[in-house]
């Protein structure tokens, strides 16, 4: 097993955000020496930001685990791309984490910033805090966000999550913000929270909500009542017919903006 | 002197029929302009700063051109993330300039697009435009949908110019034959004189626009008996006199764009259109605000690939709405200096973002005292274009036009200041 800690040094601006892409356990395991972060508009090494602590080594990318200490709330893009190894952040990540992740395992202590698990295709991906927006989404203009894999949330989730959703699980065990799901076309969607607007323009996919929606989409066809994981009932729409759609929304309770 | 056929530069309508009077550096007189374009032009070389100023230990000074000009290229030289911000009031020709000189310098540049039609050009990349220029509209169109805008108030001429009041080719009777749909959140000054006017609950325009898009496939049946503070017996109404016009035409404003679910409403509104084409033929514009910030998102685009937004910082063209606009840099403090130009920001953005800009080092190319300029370090006044300096704009439909000069009043045009940035830039990042 190869062990890789690294810490955050003082910044004199911590502000200025990192672009990261290199902490990445399939790059990591080759060495640290030759990799260069991006600080604002300067490129800069690892060890410039980074305490780096390495122990042991690895044959492959699955012995790689990867510490990241101290204030990371402003590093983007960690785990982009990822196949493989774990990568465990102790405190808060910034956005972008675990875009495009193929494989492996990613685990947010804290807060994670918007676009987490952007367009993820598989492994899995846990935050025990908040997440930013777009959880789980696409790129702007891009027509499938998420496509395999599994996301979990154990915090609260901000606008967008799941936007077009097109494989793969998520789960948000807190709320939602707005439009959950929205342009669906496959996988699903767990919300154990409340939530608004889900699914609109919903053509394919699972959408679960054990709390209460507001602003319930009103072209979603009633289909009748259903048993939730809970054991508790749950009233079962179609659509959305704006779309011809026929994905399956489940909320406990709904209500229109009349 | 008399000048025939100017243009105003004040809306995206660019109405290109002006007749304007000059006596040396007075406007005297401005034929043809609504009040808002008479307003600016009439003014035109009012209150405008003498010279260049900065500050100097919490007081203003005067300073000369070249030394604000060299204190604007070292701040953006020095800084590790610089913002770019404004464009959408000034030239075509400056805008281009302002691009060339973010990327040498790794910067982020965002136009006043990403706080107005931001949403709407998300939504265009996610479905496409069905869209068309205004002389299509005033000739052809029967049916008109104005949705979250009030022309009456923010486009004056929009409606004598091309659609209700103004004459079509191919309508016998315009004003009689082209009906009217308004649908706002509140009873406007355009309301009055609507065929139809939707009034909406704040925030549910997504609800009602799925709602018409479902009545339209024909599945009327599972909307519920109102939807947004709408009846579904209005909703039945609006959605068959889309279907019978010959040819709809729907603009929308900032209603639209900025309410809840922003470009998720845009998108919907493209896909009602594109649902009504299967019917009629029916096309959708943005009304666009400032009068050149379509010409910011052309320029961009043709510069960049990307139409505003557009992050330098790693030396290739990234573009993320969000991450890369203006309010999230300054709400998240990440830009370190900030060149604004051509907007005012200050009358505009949040108090969070404001007060991180008045922390870091700004200059602001514009020329007036604005909102803006308490916060700034440095202020530069230029030419205004179609006033004293001529130039390049695009119309709200993308129709570019050239925005002539009337008046000479000595000021360098924000081509000239901004490209002399860039040379001071070029002489450190390519000695």
């Known amino acids: 097993m190869m062990r890789i800690v690294l810490t955050m040094?003082?910044?004199?601006?911590?502000?200025?955000?990192?672009?990261?892409?290199?902490?990445?356990?399939a790059f990591l395991m080759w060495g640290t020496d030759d990799l260069t972060v991006w600080e604002g508009n300067k490129e800069r090494r690892l060890d410039e930001i980074f305490e780096v602590e390495v122990e042991g080594t690895a044959t492959s990318v699955n012995?790689?685990?990867?510490?990241?200490?101290?204030?990371?709330?402003?590093?983007?893009?960690?785990?982009?791309?990822?196949?493989?190894?774990?990568?465990?952040?102790?405190?808060?990540?910034?956005?972008?984490?675990?875009?495009?992740?193929?494989?492996?395992?990613i685990e947010v202590m804290g807060d994670a910033g918007g676009w987490f698990a952007r367009e993820m295709q598989g492994g899995a991906i846990i935050c025990h805090g908040d997440v930013g927006h777009y959880c789980a989404a696409g790129y702007r203009g891009e027509k499938k966000g998420m496509r395999g894999g599994k996301v979990e949330v154990f915090g609260n989730a901000g606008d967008f999550t799941a936007e077009h959703l097109f494989g793969g699980e998520v789960v948000v065990h807190g709320n939602c913000g707005d439009m959950p799901g929205v342009d669906m076309q496959g996988g699903y969607l767990t919300i154990h929270g409340d939530c608004s607007r889900p699914c609109g323009n919903m053509t394919k996919g699972k959408c679960t909500v054990l709390g209460c929606v507001s602003e319930m989409p009103p072209t979603f066809k009633k289909e009748g009542e259903v048993e939730g994981p809970d054991g508790l009932p749950l009233t079962h729409f179609t659509g959305d017919v704006a779309n011809r759609g026929k994905g399956n929304l489940l909320v406990r309770h709904y209500q229109y903006l009349e | 002197m008399i000048h025939e056929d100017m243009i105003c530069p004040f809306c995206g309508c660019l109405c290109d029929d002006l007749v304007i009077e000059t006596k040396g550096t007075e406007v005297v007189r401005v034929d043809n302009a609504c009040t808002l374009g008479s307003h600016k032009l009439m003014n035109a070389g009012k209150h405008r700063l003498k010279g260049p100023i900065m500050r100097d230990s919490g007081q203003w000074r005067d300073a000369s051109y070249e030394e604000a000009i060299e204190y604007a290229a070292g701040i953006l030289l020095d800084a590790d993330r610089p913002l770019l911000y404004g464009w959408s009031s000034t030239q075509g020709e400056a805008q281009g300039t302002g691009v060339s000189m973010a990327e040498l310098l790794g910067g982020v540049i965002d136009s006043t697009t990403s706080v107005c039609h931001g949403p709407s050009i998300l939504a265009i990349q996610e479905v496409g435009h069905p869209g068309c220029t205004l002389g299509q509209v005033k000739n052809r169109a029967d049916l008109i949908v104005y949705w979250g805008c009030n022309p009456t108030e923010a486009h004056?001429?929009?409606?004598?110019?091309?659609?209700?009041?103004?004459?079509?080719?191919?309508?016998?009777?315009?004003?009689?034959d082209r009906k009217l749909i308004l649908v706002d959140v509140r009873k406007t000054e355009t309301a009055s004189i609507a065929d139809e006017f939707v009034q909406v609950k704040p925030g549910g325009d997504y609800a009602v626009l799925s709602a018409l898009r479902a009545i339209v496939r024909g599945r009327e049946d599972v909307v519920p008996p109102t939807v947004a503070g709408v009846t579904k017996e209005q909703l039945l109404r609006v959605a068959a006199l889309c279907k019978e016009a010959k040819f709809g035409a729907l603009f929308f404003g900032v209603g639209?764009?900025?309410?809840?679910?922003?470009?998720?409403?845009?998108?919907?509104?493209?896909e009602l259109v594109d649902e009504l084409n299967r019917h009629t033929k029916f096309t959708l514009t943005p009304l666009r605000g400032h009068y050149n910030v379509y010409g910011s998102n052309e320029v961009f685009t043709w510069m960049t690939g990307y139409p505003y937004a557009v992050d330098f910082s790693r030396q290739i063209a990234f573009y993320n709405p969000g991450e890369t606009t203006a309010v999230d840099l300054m709400a998240r403090k990440e830009c370190d200096a900030a060149l604004i130009v051509a907007s005012d920001p200050g009358a505009h953005f949040p108090k969070k973002c404001l007060e991180h800009l008045a922390s870091i080092p700004t200059v602001l190319i514009d020329p007036m005292h604005t909102m803006t300029t308490p916060l700034v370090k440095c202020q530069i006044p230029t030419a205004v274009t179609g006033m004293d300096a001529p130039g390049t704009a695009y119309r709200m439909d993308g129709v570019p036009i050239h925005v002539k000069k009337f008046l000479d009043l000595g000021y360098p045009t924000d081509t000239e200041i901004i490209g002399k940035i860039f040379e001071k830039v070029k002489e450190v990042r390519h000695p």
């Open chain 1, 9 to 25: 040094k003082e910044r004199t601006n911590p502000h200025i955000p990192i672009e990261a892409e290199k902490i990445n356990p």
């Open chain 1, 63 to 105: 012995e790689v685990e990867v510490v990241l200490r101290g204030d990371t709330s402003r590093v983007k893009r960690i785990g982009e791309y990822m196949d493989g190894g774990r990568i465990t952040v102790e405190g808060n990540v910034g956005m972008h984490c675990g875009n495009f992740m193929a494989a492996g395992t």
């Open chain 2, 156 to 176: 004056p001429r929009h409606m004598s110019r091309y659609t209700t009041y103004a004459d079509g080719y191919f309508l016998e009777n315009a004003f009689r």
């Open chain 2, 256 to 270: 639209l764009t900025m309410s809840p679910g922003k470009y998720k409403n845009v998108r919907n509104a493209i």
